[in-house]
């Protein structure tokens, strides 16, 4: 009561510092007073608590609630989804250079060589394939890609970025 000056407050206090006891009560050491950890973690988880509700915002009708908005979380896999439609649309060619240098990091000389052709190609088929695929995406050039999935946005971003 000294520390909440509510009752109901006070009752749900002693509450969380006794479930807090039990669960650490390997912790407690013999020798010691037991009243005095008692009320160390009394006192600790009143001020835990005060520290929390500075941070709160109080709401009781929901106007700040109706507020808040997240995306879903399906939106990376509708992403990924558009991004291999997209990318079955290149031609043979093109996604071979994506795939060699974006996912598979390899250089462009060294995709040239595994394709048998000359820099320049590889440079150019990686060129076209990168802004084809933002034109089917309709993606701006100078516009980042926006995948909330982990997976795809390391194949996605690698591959676009290590063309451009």
């Known amino acids: 009561m000294s520390l909440c000056r509510n009752s109901a407050s006070a009752d749900d206090l002693v509450q969380d510092a006794i479930e807090k006891a039990w669960v650490n009560f390997d912790k407690f050491q ?4 037991m009243r005095a950890w008692l009320f160390t973690i009394l006192r600790n988880t009143y001020y835990s608590n005060r520290r929390k509700t500075k941070r ?3 709401d009781p009708d929901g106007v700040f609630a109706a507020q808040l908005s ?29 795939i060699l240098i974006g996912a598979g ?17 590889i440079k150019s088929r990686a060129n076209r394939a990168r802004r084809k695929l933002a034109e089917l995406l309709h993606l701006n050039e100078d516009a980042p890609i926006e995948i909330n999935d982990g ?10 970025r290590a063309i451009s």
């Open 151 to 160: 997976r795809t946005a390391a194949v996605v971003s690698r591959g676009i």
């Open 30 to 33: 013999p020798g010691t007073k």
């Open 56 to 58: 709160e915002v109080a």
């Open 70 to 98: 997240e995306k879903p979380a399906h939106d990376g896999h509708l992403q990924l989804q558009e991004f291999r439609q997209a990318f079955t649309k290149l031609s043979d060619e093109q996604r071979e250079a994506l």
């Open 105 to 121: 990091g390899f250089s462009c000389e060294e995709a040239a060589e595994m394709c048998g052709c000359a820099v320049g190609t």
